[in-house]
């Protein structure tokens, strides 16, 4: 990592900044935020919205969704009560759970809109990471080096249109942090349109490692907690009601012949919610990767403008920060852009 000198055009001397200005000070614990997004450039082992297609599909069939889970779980709930019935009224079923479900509503919304906004809070969790993280920058030595040290602290979201907002703290162990060597060089400000910073981040490749999984289940149930009180289960049992569907189609009739079965319409409706939310668990927990590799990056620093009353030669906050990092979901490295912001925390 090189704290380097804000260019303003200086020829051959732009490769090589020299040494900060005495008056400005850049030591100290910044926090910085850094937001990722690995909807880009195939990260993901697969496209963002498959690992919440079964919830949207509990909205846009849910019917058809609660038999295929059921199917594929090896559960015989759906044939068994087909083989009770008449062919003509379980050829309706289908449609009938549907109907009701198009019908109802939870609180404000319908309930396809509550399960799509659920399905896009999962896609957020996964895909949309705010990674927090302390960059601590240490005093020069007698030699003039610099080192820093730089660790996550905890990943934040903002979820349901910024509604809710919820960080999930990462426990870095004691002494894992990178150390990394820095070099201080900084240039006078400029002032007016054309304004530069007082001094530029220049950041060296290094790596943290972060089980992403464990993390976006954490994120995903303190949504659910903080929206419906409950878990990601207890939330579809919340917006499907499965006894309201059970009585309405068990009351269903053709050709003099009603479906009945209430039970059993209860049943296959609880059971497919069960296997959704596992499904999800599942899906979301599986996804592991050794590191975060951040293989380089920058930023400009800045203290207050001069005219500020708080202005004090001493840098307070990073701006526009990019990063070029690597992320690996077990298809090999793939290229992820990163951007982040920091402010000086403590004195």
């Known amino acids: 990592m090189v704290l380097a000198a804000a260019g303003v055009g200086c020829g051959e001397d732009d490769a090589a900044p020299g040494p900060a200005p005495a008056d400005l000070e850049v030591a100290g614990t910044y926090e910085v935020v850094s937001t990722y997004d690995f909807t880009v450039g195939s990260v ?47 050829n309706e079923i289908k449609g009938w759970i549907n109907e009701f479900f198009a019908k109802s509503v939870y609180g404000n919304a319908s309930v396809k809109s509550e399960l799509d906004a659920l399905a896009a809070a999962i896609q957020t969790v996964l895909a949309r990471p705010d990674v927090i993280s302390q960059l601590q920058i240490a005093p020069p030595d007698a030699n003039g080096a610099v080192t820093a040290t730089h660790a996550l602290q905890a990943v934040h979201y903002r979820l349901y249109d910024g509604k809710t907002e919820l960080t999930v703290p990462i426990t870095t162990p004691a002494g894992s942090a990178p150390v990394l060597t820095l070099r201080t060089t900084a240039t006078g400000r400029v002032t007016g349109p054309l304004a530069t910073e007082d001094a530029h981040l220049q950041v060296g490749d290094h790596a943290f490692g972060v089980a992403y999984g464990n ?50 319409l209860e049943a296959i409706c609880d059971a497919g919610l069960d296997l959704a939310a596992q499904e999800v668990r599942d899906r979301l927990g599986g996804l592991r990767f050794d590191a975060l590799r951040l293989t380089s990056g920058q930023a400009e620093m800045w203290d207050a403008p001069a005219s500020d009353a708080t202005a004090d030669r001493r840098v307070d906050r990073l701006g526009t920060g990019t990063w070029a990092a690597k992320v690996d979901f077990g298809m090999g490295a793939r290229d992820v852009h990163g951007t982040f912001t920091g402010t000086r925390v403590g004195n």
């Open 44 to 90: 993901l082992p697969e496209p963002v919205a498959t690992y919440a297609q079964t919830i949207a599909g509990l909205g846009s069939d849910p019917a058809g969704t609660l038999f295929r889970l059921l199917d594929e779980a090896g559960v015989p709930l759906v044939s068994d009560l087909f083989a009770a019935l008449p062919d003509a009224v379980a």
């Open 215 to 264: 993390v976006a289940l954490a994120a995903l149930d303190q949504a659910l907690r903080a929206r419906f009180g409950t878990d990601l289960r207890g939330a579809l049992g919340q917006i499907v009601d499965c006894s309201g569907m059970a009585a309405s189609v068990s009351n269903r009739c053709l050709l003099g012949a009603c479906v009945g079965h209430r039970d059993a």
